[in-house]
């Protein structure tokens, strides 16, 4: 028995390799980065509740149910269960997101929307024994979940709380992992300058881009869209009016060309789209 359960880890820790191997590959990621090396440690199994996992398409339809761990390692979406659209993410895009967020260790990161708290592990390996991640889960299922299985890390916090609101302590990164309508000024405010903010730009009922902010000033970020991407709606960062604005930006197109948010001034020439306090824009125009 104990020979059949050595195999058997042995066989899942090859497949978690294999895993991490092509996930970085898939998200541009050089061979041997420390996101590989969260990838290969971390056991997916234990953050997506027990089997049978239900095995997700890219639209959020049931591929397959299964039993053997080893189906986990794909880059693929397992549901977490509970509400539609509940899922573990899909692997290549948070690692892709992980990179250009660029944590360091030593860092202090707040993870927003960390469901059951896999990529807070890999946030926790990231910034190491000397840097701290405070995760914000508001759905209690999920918070409590995520406490149980990030128990082993010391460097972690989990607010059983809404992300949106504030305040948050202050930061070196805010990773978001749910959609919202425009820059909270509650994440913009924690990030210390030299600080980045990274989050799903969408409407409550579309897609969106992933935006990364890294704040330049007291007043000016500088601003680039990533990928596109579709999450779940955030939980106080869904304002209707805000929302309307940002899919009509949308359809005129041009969001490649911003490069920086500013705060507190009048909107320029150059502006994309604009909110309570700030607006986005290219260099072309002030």
């Not at 590989?36 to 591929?63: D, H, M, N, Q």
């Amino acid at each position: 028995m104990a020979e059949l359960e050595q195999s058997e880890a042995e066989r899942l820790q090859a497949r978690r390799m294999d895993y991490a191997r092509q996930v970085s590959a898939t998200a541009g990621i050089p061979a041997g980065s420390e996101i590989e090396a969260a990838l290969a440690t971390i056991p997916r199994e234990k953050y997506v509740g027990p089997p049978p996992w239900r095995v997700l398409s890219g639209r959020g339809r049931l591929r397959t149910t299964s039993d053997d761990p080893a189906v986990l390692y794909q880059d693929v979406l397992i549901s977490l269960g509970g509400e539609p659209g509940l899922n573990n993410g899909q692997p290549s895009l948070h690692a892709m997101c992980l990179a250009a967020l660029g944590v360091k260790r030593g860092e202090r990161v707040v993870h927003v929307g960390a469901g059951t708290g896999y990529y807070t592990a890999v946030l926790a390996m990231l910034v190491g024994e000397t840097g701290v991640v405070d995760a914000y889960e508001i759905e209690p299922d999920l918070a409590e979940r995520a406490t149980a299985n990030l128990a082993e890390f010391r460097n972690v916090a989990v607010h059983a709380q809404s992300g949106a609101a504030g305040p948050l302590p202050e930061c070196d990164a805010i990773y978001v992992n749910a959609a919202a309508a425009e820059p909270l000024a509650v994440w913009l405010d924690a990030v210390k300058p030299g600080g980045r903010l990274l989050f799903p730009l969408a409407a409550v009922d579309g897609t969106g881009e992933m935006l990364l902010l890294t704040r330049n000033s007291e007043i000016e970020y500088a601003a680039r869209f990533l990928t596109a991407v579709q999450f779940v709606p955030c939980i106080g960062a869904q304002d209707e009016h805000a929302g309307r604005a940002l899919q009509a930006a949308y359809r005129r197109g041009h969001w490649r060309d911003v490069r920086r948010l500013v705060r507190n001034t009048e909107p320029g020439e150059s502006c994309w789209l604009s909110g309570d306090g700030w607006w986005m824009g290219s260099y072309g125009n002030s």
